[in-house]
């Protein structure tokens, strides 16, 4: 099972890193032309597609073979990546817990996080594939 952590761990850091700049990109540049809203929705399948790739690539080169193998590479990553962001918004935007909880009720909120359970259920999606 330590196997599996390990590539949740290698998973969260290669989606991570895609999304930190596609979430640059979606900042900057694609909010401000369509708004918020919109420029999550174009962001969402790229990232869900990136997390296709990046779990198909990575569960045969880490050996992740079982369903629960992969149920748990998930479950790492998507725990990782929700105390990244947590982490992220109270050093780096200066929220409390209360105010990024509630930042997911919210319509960017529950599209991100519908995100990060597809991203999180992506490993056993794709270990099915191969």
Same mark, same amino acid.
């Given at each position: 099972?330590?196997?599996?952590i390990r590539a949740g &761990?290698a998973y969260f850091a290669?989606? &991570?890193?895609?999304?930190?700049?596609?979430?640059?990109?979606?900042?900057?540049? !694609? $909010?401000?032309?369509? %708004?918020?809203?919109? $420029?999550?929705?174009?962001?969402?399948?790229?990232?869900?597609?990136?997390?296709?790739?990046? $779990?198909?690539?990575?569960?045969?080169?880490? @050996?992740? /073979?079982? #369903?629960?193998?992969?149920?748990?590479?998930?479950?790492? #990553? &998507?725990?990782?990546?929700?105390? @990244?962001?947590? %982490?992220? $918004?109270?050093?780096?935007?200066?929220?409390?817990?209360?105010?990024?909880?509630?930042?997911?009720?919210?319509?960017? /909120?529950?599209?991100?996080?519908?995100?990060? !359970?597809?991203?999180?259920? !992506?490993?056993?999606?794709?270990?099915?594939? !191969?």
């Amino acid at each position: 099972m330590t196997r599996a952590i390990r590539a949740g &761990f290698a998973y969260f850091a290669l989606v &991570f890193a895609v999304a930190f700049l596609l979430g640059i990109v979606r900042t900057l540049w !694609i $909010a401000p032309e369509l %708004g918020a809203t919109n $420029a999550v929705l174009v962001e969402l399948p790229l990232m869900l597609a990136v997390s296709w790739f990046v $779990a198909r690539w990575l569960v045969p080169r880490m @050996a992740i /073979g079982s #369903a629960a193998e992969q149920l748990m590479m998930g479950v790492t #990553a &998507f725990a990782t990546l929700m105390l @990244a962001e947590l %982490g992220l $918004a109270v050093l780096l935007l200066d929220q409390t817990f209360a105010i990024w909880f509630g930042e997911l009720f919210g319509i960017l /909120g529950i599209l991100g996080f519908l995100g990060q !359970i597809g991203f999180g259920a !992506i490993p056993l999606l794709a270990g099915r594939q !191969i």
